[in-house]
């Protein structure tokens, strides 16, 4: 890890301790990115995995326990070309805030992390972190939640509602919220989530229903067991999408989920990646390299077209009201 970005826990510690209002102070000044980045695209750092108690990283069970370790690996990783943003709880975000490592980004909160890793109760994602509110307050650029369902949980459909009304929460505020959808089982006890093409069409499908209006809202996707039916998943929604990183796997295996990344990119409504301990906690522990490789697939595929970054009369559809217009 570059010595550059190495972070002094003890000083977070006592500036909290001495000054909790250099938080509000940091955000209140915070020079805001672009959601999405100008050429129409969203490479995202993903690191809200601790605030629900899911540790593991890389070949560490609590990798992600060493908060002064997982603040080092996102100042380096946002330090890098063509990454446009954070998406975590508010503790890391406050530190990242007071580290000055927010500037220029777009921040995403994170907002439902009550379905604790490993907990009989893991399907209920309260809403346990930011409210649509909080985030405007912070002049933070978007929300994300996480929709887990399971048809043989009546408790699901608690949690579908919850999100439904967070949408529209958000939607009134003009704060763009990514869901993050998927259906899951649990198997002798143990939670499984389905990645077979039907199983995740379908929850685009769910996801993108929600709330009165879907105006402010994208879909973040997973890519599917076989990538090769992303295609038609995809083309469940017109919604923008970004895809789900997951985990690149052993050393070695690095090449063949880029090469997935590369492929879903290339889907007419995905926009970009979030992702997290694939990109944080490479195999090789380059940090760097696995960002920089990130942001080269993301950015790549940027389509050339204006229509890409904005629907107009080139691809048969009314332009907005004024697109085109002279005063």
């Given at each position: 890890?570059?010595?550059?970005?190495?972070?002094?826990?003890?000083?977070?510690?006592?500036?909290?301790?001495?000054?909790?209002?250099?938080?509000?102070?940091a955000a209140?000044?915070?020079?805001?990115?672009?959601?999405?980045?100008?050429?129409?695209?969203?490479?995202?750092?993903?690191?809200?995995?601790?605030?629900?108690?899911?540790?593991?990283?890389?070949?560490?069970?609590?990798?992600?326990?060493?908060?002064?370790?997982?603040?080092?690996?996102?100042?380096?990783?946002?330090?890098?070309?063509?990454?446009?943003?954070?998406?975590?709880?508010?503790?890391?975000?406050?530190?990242?805030?007071?580290?000055?490592?927010?500037?220029?980004?777009?921040?995403?909160?994170?907002?439902?992390?009550?379905?604790?890793?490993?907990?009989?109760?893991?399907?209920?994602?309260?809403?346990?972190?930011?409210?649509?509110?909080?985030?405007?307050?912070?002049?933070?650029?978007?929300?994300?939640?996480?929709?887990?369902?399971?048809?043989?949980?009546?408790?699901?459909?608690?949690?579908?509602?919850?999100?439904?009304?967070?949408?529209?929460?958000?939607?009134?505020?003009?704060?763009?919220?990514?869901?993050e959808p998927?259906?899951?089982?649990?198997?002798?006890?143990?939670?499984?989530?389905?990645?077979?093409?039907?199983?995740?069409?379908?929850?685009?499908?769910?996801?993108?229903?929600?709330?009165?209006?879907?105006?402010?809202?994208?879909?973040?996707?997973?890519?599917?067991?076989?990538?090769?039916?992303?295609?038609?998943?995809?083309?469940?929604?017109?919604?923008?999408?970004?895809?789900?990183?997951?985990?690149?796997?052993?050393?070695?295996?690095?090449?063949?989920?880029?090469?997935?990344?590369?492929?879903?990119?290339?889907?007419?409504?995905?926009?970009?990646?979030?992702?997290?301990?694939?990109?944080?906690?490479?195999?090789?522990?380059?940090?760097?390299?696995?960002?920089?490789?990130?942001?080269?697939?993301?950015?790549?595929a940027a389509?050339?077209?204006?229509?890409?970054?904005?629907?107009?009369?080139?691809?048969?559809?009314?332009?907005?009201?004024?697109?085109?217009?002279?005063?």
């Amino acid at each position: 890890m570059n010595a550059a970005h190495a972070v002094d826990a003890a000083a977070l510690a006592r500036l909290r301790a001495h000054h909790p209002e250099a938080v509000a102070e940091a955000a209140a000044r915070r020079r805001r990115g672009p959601l999405p980045a100008p050429d129409g695209r969203l490479l995202i750092l993903a690191a809200d995995h601790p605030a629900r108690g899911a540790l593991g990283a890389g070949r560490g069970d609590h990798a992600m326990a060493d908060r002064a370790g997982l603040l080092a690996r996102l100042r380096l990783g946002l330090s890098r070309p063509g990454v446009d943003g954070v998406l975590a709880s508010a503790d890391v975000l406050d530190d990242l805030l007071l580290l000055g490592a927010l500037e220029g980004k777009a921040v995403i909160g994170s907002m439902n992390r009550g379905g604790l890793a490993g907990a009989a109760f893991e399907l209920d994602d309260r809403f346990t972190g930011f409210r649509p509110e909080d985030l405007a307050r912070s002049r933070y650029d978007a929300g994300k939640l996480l929709l887990r369902l399971d048809y043989d949980d009546p408790g699901s459909l608690t949690t579908l509602h919850a999100a439904a009304r967070a949408v529209d929460a958000m939607a009134a505020l003009r704060l763009p919220v990514f869901v993050e959808p998927f259906l899951c089982r649990r198997v002798g006890g143990e939670l499984r989530t389905d990645l077979g093409a039907d199983a995740v069409t379908t929850s685009l499908a769910v996801a993108s229903g929600l709330g009165g209006t879907s105006a402010y809202t994208w879909l973040k996707v997973p890519v599917t067991d076989d990538a090769d039916d992303m295609a038609r998943v995809t083309a469940a929604s017109t919604l923008p999408a970004v895809l789900l990183g997951g985990p690149v796997g052993p050393a070695g295996e690095g090449e063949a989920t880029y090469e997935r990344w590369r492929t879903a990119l290339a889907l007419p409504t995905v926009c970009g990646l979030v992702a997290g301990r694939a990109l944080l906690y490479p195999p090789d522990g380059d940090v760097a390299a696995a960002v920089d490789t990130a942001a080269a697939l993301v950015h790549a595929a940027a389509r050339t077209e204006a229509a890409r970054a904005l629907p107009g009369r080139s691809r048969g559809l009314p332009a907005p009201r004024g697109v085109g217009e002279h005063p």
